[in-house]
């Protein structure tokens, strides 16, 4: 264990040392004070800091050393489906001809780059089971908004613009509610009933002719096929709403139900999950929406398509369209490795990564059922949720629990949530972990309920040996703390 | 199916259904009505192998004019910049790509702290009291701003200037027209905002005052007189910054900015056909707890040992749900960690010698174009950019220069009517004396 304080960059950094190799100026000189006028050159330097290359390198690889990834090992975390990330996606991402394109050049200079964009949206069409599909908005939650953009420009275009009321379940993640308010709607919280599924008949209370839309997340999550999702169709259909999927947990239906045939007008996906694009320490995502046809007029502009000539062109004459969400055409680079991802598994391929996502998900419950409260019990799709409540009376918390794992080498579950649940553990395995890394998680998990009933010290005060102990949130939060300041002397 | 992600095999599968107690995978999906069960496989090409999808995407890569083979002077708010090796070498460690948010610290202490090293970066560059960790881009940070400002001042309307981005402008107007705040334009008067016009147009409904620093044309807008003109009408002042600038120029943060945001793509990301970047929101002490977006604070475990959190979660969407101003969840992490390695690289003098260089070869070119007989249309003060004004359509010029292997300007008749047959060139530090002399007797040749 380290004692010390890992040094800030700005720690390293001494007067005179340099990182860069900039070209030689061969253009003459000027003085700045003849091309900019008095007050427009800055008096004081920023403070970025005065380091040689290696130790820059060794800065970020101590960093990168204090730090949890997919590749350092198993990694749990409900609904964020961390999988593998394919390196192919990376080495594709960095070709030339992708990475380094403008996206305001000429189309004819940029036609491959467009072919694969289309190809991108054409299988997500089909992924998906809806009528068009916009690569645009640059995450889960960009996506959400966007839809709802539409769903709202589509009512105002029917004269409804008074239906003002988006539908968001209790377990829903927190984006949804969020991106309804900045979308313009208020939101109205529908309950779950005792299967943790949509409660019908509160949802029929709650509808009525100011309805936009219900928001679903299906499987919702506590990782459950919301199976009564026609007649919820039907119930938001029947006001005049629209029924809109929250595609975050794709991965547990892929091959095996498409929003499209289930009765939604719209969806998001997040490639960064389902699709393969790395997580980065917290993004960068993309969030493509799809639609069924009478939302088609409304999609962000400008729209790719392709022409008779077989090009490919933005189209930009779109007057119903909402508008642009987002400079140039979203996250290409995460759109080129996801449409990798798609090609390198194939129908074949993305049909198998569904049933072992939900076959290692109902294994692992299994298994972990004699251990833990599992509230809601049935077949889970790709994840599930643990209650651990039964431990808590024991003085041991779900996130004791949670820093226990860490002890093991495990990223924890997502914790404490859904907030239907108590003390909630929401574990995703995913399809490309082995049985053997399965069942080694299983048994830490057995050890550490074990721990619980024997000696719950060891849990409580965990972890014992990460490179930092529990942080003092409170702290941070009270006196945020939040740039580094040079102290003098 | 054996695949080279998919690591169970049969026995493996077996022995699992074993334990669940079903005879077959399918039983698992049973819960989906039969109605609406997709039977089959998805109508999407065929699997392929590694080498083999891998040359077929080197293919389609190929069909692309890059930046790299081609000389390119295409900027409006992305540029081809000096990118330093070291950047890709650190990114590409995948305990950083294969991470997701830093929800748990213990293990997370190396993200946590390089985006605490982004947040102080871009505070010093802007002059701003602090930074969040990074935006979608700098469009999308620019329409937060926009809804920060109407929150706080709970005011309906927005100032924006004509000269900020266009595509930025029209993120904006979609954002404002979800939250109900109406956009105004505030025109431009020789390449920078009007400010008789916007005397006029700002009123005590005025949430904020948006311009951008350097403008949409490359020159440098009067912070410091706009900002006076937002304060007098109690509105925010907003402005959307390059900074690689602000090596140089005044910061914002200096000059009466309440909120300072941007992208720093300029920082070590490539032009990667429109993203993923990484906007950027800096703000003042005062607006600390209505900013969107993560931010990193520095605490100590219980040891007493430095370390780093997730803080002031309170403001965000999975704490406030239906009522968070902001629904940013995923943002842009690798691309934050990217340009803080660029920023480190180029350091305190590098940033200064680099926004130098940018400013005096655009110097050499506008100089170069006028004694070619060019006109150069804005006089004032400039940063990489300058608009050049043809005769001939700059589509048609742009069509003949990539056949020389040169990317040409941005063609501003597409998106300002009255500046039909001006072209936007952009002058980075990688441009040679050379290659702008090309140039500029290509242009000329072709304007013939």
């Keep these: 264990m380290h004692n010390e304080n890992q040094s800030l960059i700005f720690e390293l950094s001494k007067e005179g040392r340099v990182g860069y190799s900039l070209p030689e100026l061969d253009v003459p000189e000027f003085d700045l004070t003849d091309l900019l006028p008095e007050g427009f050159v800055r008096e004081e330097a920023a403070e970025l800091p005065e380091v040689a290359e290696l130790d820059i390198m060794r800065h970020y690889t101590a960093l990168s050393r204090r730090n949890h990834g997919v590749d350092s090992g198993f990694y749990p975390l409900g609904s964020c489906t961390m999988k593998y990330n394919p390196k192919i996606n990376e080495n594709v991402a960095r070709l030339s001809g992708f990475a380094n394109i403008h996206p305001l050049q000429d189309e004819a200079t940029v036609q491959g780059a467009m072919e694969l964009l289309y190809e991108l949206q054409t299988s997500l069409v089909e992924i998906t089971g809806m009528d068009e599909v916009t690569l645009q908005p640059a995450a889960g939650a960009h996506g959400e908004w966007t839809a709802l953009m539409m769903i709202r420009a589509f009512h105002e275009a029917n004269g409804e613009g008074h239906r003002n009321k988006v539908i968001v379940p209790d377990s829903a993640h927190g984006t949804n509610p969020a991106s309804a308010t900045v979308a313009g709607f208020e939101t109205i919280t529908v309950k779950s009933n005792e299967d943790g599924l949509v409660d019908l008949d509160d949802l029929r209370r709650v509808v009525g002719e100011d309805t936009a839309a219900l928001m679903l997340t299906n499987p919702n999550t506590l990782g459950l096929f919301e199976e009564n999702i026609l007649e919820m169709a039907e119930i938001i259909h029947g006001v005049g709403g ?127 059922e004699p251990y833990f409260d599992l509230p809601y019990n049935r077949y889970c799709k790709h994840e599930f949720v643990l209650s651990g409540r039964r431990q808590k009376k024991l003085g041991v918390r779900t996130l004791d629990i949670a820093k226990r794992l860490l002890d093991f080498g495990y990223h924890p579950p997502t914790i404490y949530f859904p907030l239907n649940v108590e003390e909630g553990m929401m574990i995703e395995p995913t ?53 580094y300041t040079k102290v003098e002397g | 199916m054996v695949h080279r992600y998919l690591p169970m095999t049969e026995q493996d599968k077996k022995d699992m259904l074993a334990t669940i107690g079903v005879e077959s995978v399918d039983e698992l999906f049973s819960d989906i009505p039969e109605s609406v069960r997709f039977k089959g496989l998805y109508d999407i090409k065929a699997a392929k192998s590694e080498s083999a999808l891998l040359k077929e995407l080197k293919q389609l890569a190929a069909k692309n004019e890059d930046t790299d083979s081609n000389v390119s002077f295409l900027g409006a708010g992305i540029y081809n910049h000096y990118k330093p090796v070291i950047v890709d070498h650190v990114i590409s460690r995948s305990e950083f790509y294969t991470a997701y948010t830093p929800y748990q610290p213990e293990i997370s202490q190396g993200e946590l702290q390089a985006i605490f090293e982004f947040q102080t970066m871009i505070a010093e560059l802007t002059g701003m009291d602090l930074a969040n960790s990074s935006m979608y881009d700098g469009g999308t940070s620019l329409a937060e701003a926009g809804m920060l400002a109407a929150g706080h001042t709970r005011r309906k309307k927005l100032l924006v200037s004509e000269s900020i981005h266009p595509e930025y402008r029209d993120v904006v107007a979609t954002y404002a027209y979800g939250q109900s705040i109406e956009v105004v334009t505030v025109p431009t008067n020789n390449g920078v905002t009007d400010i008789d016009k916007l005397k006029e147009l700002i009123d005590d409904n005025t949430a904020g005052v948006m311009v951008q620093y350097p403008n949409f044309f490359g020159q440098i807008e009067d912070l410091q007189a706009i900002g006076d003109i937002a ?134 070119a506008k100089n170069a174009f006028e004694a070619a007989g060019f006109t150069v249309s804005f006089q004032g003060a400039h940063f990489n950019e300058i608009v050049v004004k043809t005769t001939k359509p700059v589509s048609e010029i742009n069509k003949q220069l990539i056949q020389d292997g040169i990317i040409g300007g941005f063609d501003l008749g597409t998106v300002y009517p009255e500046l039909e047959n001006h072209v936007l060139i952009a002058v980075t530090e990688l441009r040679t004396r050379e290659e702008i002399d090309v140039l500029v007797e290509k242009m000329g040749a072709y304007n013939a």
């Design chain 2, 231 to 364: 304060h007098e009408a109690k509105g925010l002042f907003i402005v959307s910054a390059n900074p690689l600038a602000l090596g140089i120029l005044t910061p914002p943060g200096k000059l009466g900015a309440d909120i300072t945001v941007g992208d720093a793509q300029v920082f070590g990301i490539p032009e990667s056909f429109g993203g993923p970047y990484c906007g950027y929101f800096a703000t003042t002490s005062k607006l600390m707890r209505k900013v969107p977006g993560r931010l990193v604070g520095e605490t100590v475990d219980q040891d007493g040992r430095r370390g780093y959190v997730l803080t002031l979660q309170a403001r965000e969407q999975h704490i406030r749900r239906e009522k968070a101003t902001s629904n940013i969840c995923s943002n842009q992490a690798l691309l934050a960690l990217a340009a803080s390695v660029a920023m480190t690289a180029l350091g305190k003098k590098g940033v200064q010698e680099m926004a130098k260089q940018n400013i005096v070869k655009t110097r050499y």
């Design chain 1, 431 to 483: 399809e490309t972990e082995s049985k053997e890394t399965l069942d080694a998680f299983i048994d830490a998990m057995i050890q550490i309920a074990n721990e619980t009933e024997e000696n719950p010290s060891i849990v409580q005060e965990a972890p014992h040996t990460t490179v930092i102990s529990r942080l003092d949130e409170t702290r941070a939060a009270r006196t945020p703390v939040l740039r």
């Design chain 1, 242 to 368: 629209k029924v809109y999927y929250d595609g975050a947990n794709l991965n547990a239906v892929m091959s095996k139900a498409r929003p499209g045939d289930m009765g939604f007008d719209c969806v998001h996906l997040n490639l960064h999950k389902t699709f393969t694009g790395p997580h980065g320490g917290g993004g960068p995502g993309s969030g493509p929406v799809g639609v069924k046809a009478d939302l088609i007029p409304f999609l962000p502009k400008p729209v790719l398509v392709k022409t008779d000539d077989g090009s490919f062109h933005f189209d930009y004459n779109r007057p119903q369209s909402i508008g642009r969400v987002k400079p140039y055409y979203g996250n290409f680079g995460i759109n080129v490795r996801a449409y990798t991802y798609i090609r390198t598994m194939g129908p074949d391929g993305l049909k198998a990564v569904t049933e072992y996502a939900v076959l290692n998900a109902n294994y692992m419950m299994r298994r972990l």
